[in-house]
């Protein structure tokens, strides 16, 4: 195991998960290759993105329009912001060739608005590329471990 290039990696998607607890949605846009896409299916066990139903499957146009919407103020699930806290951990290297690189994680979000909060696990799968001495995101595939009935009204981005 190269543990150098597991501290890189370890460093860019903390920072990630950092940058959306604290609304840097245009920071966080710039972490993404521009062919990158964000992918939540609701189905966790499905690898057809594109023929199944998802709650995300965002490209760079997408994703800049979720951010857009929701920091305009004008959608309700927005208001009030709800604040969270992301824990990201357990990351494994699946596979690195030729500046690509494979990395799984596991995301515990908790999410406060209003007066409730909620709590979304997920198995995240990372296709990063070099990008000089740093990442982008070039794949993004948050797998929610209760998909089926956890997200109503979501006013954040996992």
């Known amino acids: 195991m190269n543990i150098s290039l597991l501290n890189s990696l370890t460093a860019f998607v903390w920072a990630e998960a950092d940058m959306l607890d604290h609304g840097e949605y245009a920071a966080w846009l710039d972490l993404w290759s521009p062919t990158g896409t964000y992918i939540v299916p609701i189905d966790p066990d499905t690898t057809d993105f594109a023929n199944t139903l998802n709650y995300a499957h965002d490209d760079a146009a997408m994703r800049a329009m979720r951010v857009a919407r929701l920091t305009s103020g004008e959608s309700v699930s927005t208001q009030p912001m709800a604040r969270t806290v992301r824990n990201v951990s357990r990351l494994r290297v699946l596979a690195d060739q030729a500046g690509t690189v494979e990395l799984r994680g596991v995301q515990d ?50």
């Open 109 to 158: 979000l908790h999410e406060f608005r209003k007066t409730h909060r909620h709590q979304y696990t997920a198995d995240v799968q990372w296709t990063l590329v070099r990008n000089g001495e740093g990442w982008r995101i070039e794949r993004k595939v948050i797998r929610l471990i209760n998909s089926t009935d956890a997200l109503a009204g979501i006013g954040f981005i996992l």
